[in-house]
């Protein structure tokens, strides 16, 4: 064989190899475009989806907040109403102490100057009418304990709703 013809037969080969490898990477990025237009597209999708929970999970954090704050002010209130209560019970036993005091003093009464028995029984008519308005005050606080009570627990209900939302988001954010 000549020189030249050993340089054309290794001149076709390397032609037919670049054209192999030629074809053959354009088959690879045939196969890698849409793989990759598959990802683009699911990137996008998590994107969005990440997007439009975020404005969820704020309304919903700032909605627990709320609620909390919510049930911390009734919790102070009952606190109040509590005390107060605990303040008119006492009010009236000693209302009721003073009133057995008084029964007691006139029942034991000795004659003696005039109008004091007169006056013993006014002190009777005030001390009952003392107890009558502080055992009023203790049932209207023990109605208001109540009903701050049970609205605490409805209230703790919805704090409750917001968290398993919150958890619920967290959730789904994680599985992506």
């Known amino acids: 064989m000549r020189p030249t013809s050993v340089l054309i037969v290794v001149a076709a080969f390397a ?39 975020g404005p969820r999970v704020q309304l919903t954090l700032g909605r627990l907040q709320l609620q909390e ?13 509590r005390d107060s209560l605990a303040s008119a019970q006492r009010e009236a036993s000693q209302y009721q102490s003073q009133i057995a005091h ?7 009464h000795t004659p003696g100057a005039p109008g004091e028995k007169d006056a013993l029984d006014q002190v009777l008519v005030g001390l ?7 055992s009023g005050e203790a049932q209207r606080l023990t109605a208001e304990e109540s009903s701050i009570a049970g609205d605490i ?24």
């Open 128 to 134: 009952k009418s003392q107890l009558a308005r502080a």
């Open 69 to 81: 704050q919510r049930i911390n002010t009734m919790i102070r209130r009952l606190e109040t109403v």
């Open 15 to 53: 032609a037919g190899v670049l054209v192999d490898r030629s074809s053959r990477t354009q088959a690879q990025e045939q196969n890698v475009l849409p793989a990759l237009l598959t990802e683009v597209r699911g990137l996008r999708a998590a994107i969005e989806q990440m997007a439009s929970a």
């Open 153 to 176: 627990a409805t209230e703790q209900a919805r704090w409750t709703e917001f968290n398993q939302r919150l958890e619920e988001l967290e959730r789904a954010l994680g599985k992506k």
């Open 102 to 108: 008084s029964e007691a003093l006139v029942r034991e």
